[in-house]
């Protein structure tokens, strides 16, 4: 039997595919799963699909017993029922699974993939699963503010700085740099002006190498969105009914920065809390999670014939 797992964000999709045994046969990367941040929702689902055709072809072909996407986009009901009409009719499985992201991060941690995420790349996303299969994402319910969303959050501190209305701060400059902008208001304006848009950086990891200089305004900044953070997967656990301390699985490019900062400020606001690095990469929780839903009894993957460069993060400011 073969079955694949994808993992969509807004920068990549990576898919896996591979037989019972765990030997990952099969693999293919395309552009972002993100019906939100695509001009054309359909764009989106191809490349989801284009990634999935791909790594099925490469395994052999066939038709897999389970298809697990795990996608950025993937947000509300209506999200999901569109995302699972499409890829079962372009990507044809015996069962097809859409969640979102934060979802298919839970299996980068704890073997039975119980627990909660939070997911820190080039967006933010955060979920629980409960043992019985409840599940529970935090999506567009923190919109309008995003607290939890470190690119906002820095945006923010370089701006209110640059005005005046927050201390002084390297994040202005820093940030106006990433943007090739003369300072953070036309940084600003590049991202939220008519016309054509750059495409969306993750800041997070410009915020934590200003925090890990000694930047006041930064370390306020790295400690308010754990905070926020912290107050969701508090919902998210209490939402699948899972007690506390309950396993967080942490996992995105931002989550490997070099400095704990982020990690630290988390355990601080959390206290008792098991926060785990993710041991794997997305992609290969989504494939664990086809095999689990597919009913197959495996203890590990086999990933030797990866390239190394699959999981490369797109630019991380």
């Known amino acids: 039997m073969l079955y694949l797992g994808v993992d969509g964000g807004m920068t990549k999709t990576i898919a896996l595919a591979c037989g019972a045994d765990g030997r990952i046969s099969g693999h293919a990367r395309a552009g972002s799963s993100d019906v939100y941040s695509a001009p054309d929702p359909e764009l989106a689902v191809s490349e989801v699909a284009r990634a999935a055709s791909a790594a099925v072809a490469a395994a052999g072909g066939g038709e897999p017993a389970c298809a697990y996407y795990s996608l950025s986009g993937a947000d ?165 009914g899972l007690g506390e301390p309950t396993p967080i699985t942490l996992s995105g490019g931002v989550m490997r920065h070099p400095s704990s900062l982020l990690v630290d400020a988390l355990a601080e606001a959390l206290p008792g809390s098991e926060l785990l690095r993710a041991r794997r990469e997305p992609a290969h929780g989504a494939l664990l999670a086809a095999l689990d839903e597919g009913g197959a009894a495996l203890v590990s993957l086999d990933d030797s014939l990866l390239p190394r460069d699959l999981f490369a993060t797109a630019r991380l400011v």
């Open 76 to 240: 509300w009901p209506v999200d999901i029922a569109y995302y699972e009409s499409e890829l079962s009719r372009r990507v044809p499985a015996v069962r097809t699974v859409v969640v979102n992201d934060a979802i298919g991060a839970i299996r980068c941690g704890p073997d039975d993939g119980v627990g909660c995420s939070l997911v820190c790349g080039t967006g933010t996303a955060l979920g629980a699963r409960a043992r019985d299969g409840r599940l529970w994402h935090m999506s567009f319910i923190a919109a309008p503010t995003f607290t939890t969303d470190l690119t906002r959050a820095t945006l923010d501190a370089a701006v209110r700085s640059e005005l005046g209305l927050l201390p002084p701060s390297s994040l202005s400059a820093r940030v106006a740099a990433a943007f090739g902008a003369p300072d953070a208001i036309a940084a600003i304006e590049r991202v939220t002006g008519r016309g054509p848009r750059p495409a969306r950086v993750s800041l997070g990891g410009l915020l934590l190498d200003c925090a890990s200089e000694g930047d006041a305004l930064a370390l306020e900044r790295v400690s308010w969105v754990a905070g926020e953070a912290a107050g969701y997967l508090r919902v998210a656990a209490r939402e699948c």
